[in-house]
């Protein structure tokens, strides 16, 4: 009894750091951190993947000899974690962005919808645009990076000797930078034609002043709007490697930056 009771006092901790990071992961990681995941789904699912990541980590399991030590690395490996998700979170948002730019453009600005992803009021094309990135990212199975990522990041970065240096944080602002590109330069080609549409229609306007213009532009752009996105889905397979090198690279920089390299 005295044995095991010794023993969870070594092991318990290291499992509680693990658990930490874990939870930091599947808060921030795309997918995984859906609020279509309830709670008690991503609990269970921490608990399973500590289970199985930390038998093999027991030698990188830090002497903790306070409470108050062990809040601030649980805190820590937390922040970890949540660091490490963060940025692919703020590329994924950029199909919500290349969805906001384009529904602004065609006029549906106004109309809302309640994002399943978000739990909040968002354009109804940022949505969609979301949902096809994550079938498509499913289907390609590029969702095994970000579970590698929850495994792998253990061996790169040891528990309790993770750092937060300055380039870091010009790594994230860089992330925020090279999504909204991502979203210019997707939704950059549909906005022009849309804005060509409504040139064309200023011109009519001045031709025929009896043309109702608001009877007339407001189902046009729709029209309009739609063939151009069902176009620019044809070239997503172009950008999808792009768009999976700028997470795959953030992830890589993230991890060797907390690590201190």
């Known amino acids: 009894m005295l044995e095991f009771i010794d023993q969870l006092e070594t092991f318990l901790p290291g499992y509680m750091l693990i658990f930490a990071r874990i939870s930091g992961l599947l808060t921030s990681l795309p997918i995984l951190s859906s609020p279509l995941i309830n709670r008690k789904t991503k609990v269970i699912m921490a608990v399973l993947f500590t289970s199985i990541i930390a038998p093999g980590f027991t ?56 994002n399943p992803m978000t739990r909040q009021q968002s354009n109804v094309i940022g949505p969609l645009m979301t949902l096809i990135l994550i079938v498509y990212f499913m289907i390609t199975n590029s969702h095994y990076l970000f579970i ?4 792998e990041n253990f061996e790169i970065i040891p528990l309790g000797m993770a750092s937060f240096p300055a ?13 909204y590109q991502i979203a210019i330069k997707f939704a950059g080609p549909t906005m022009i034609f849309l804005l060509l549409i409504q040139i064309a229609t200023a011109f009519s306007v001045r031709v025929m002043p009896q043309m109702n213009v608001m009877f ?32 795959f690279n953030y992830l890589n920089t993230t991890i060797l930056h907390l690590r201190g390299a």
Do not use: K
């Open 148 to 151: 590698r990522t929850i495994f």
């Open 59 to 114: 030698a990188q399991f830090p002497a903790v000899t306070s409470l108050l030590q062990l809040v601030i690395l649980i805190s820590v490996e937390f922040l970890v974690g949540l660091t490490i998700g963060f940025g692919t979170l703020v590329i994924f948002e950029s199909f919500n962005m290349i969805g906001s730019f384009m529904g602004r453009q065609m006029g549906l600005f106004m109309a809302r919808s309640i």
């Open 216 to 247: 007339v532009m407001l189902p046009l752009r729709i029209g309009c709007g739609l063939f151009a996105l069902m176009t620019s889905l044809n070239i997503f397979q172009l950008i999808f490697d792009s768009f999976y090198n700028q997470i």
């Open 167 to 179: 380039a870091q944080g010009r790594t994230i602002i860089a992330t925020g930078s090279t999504a």
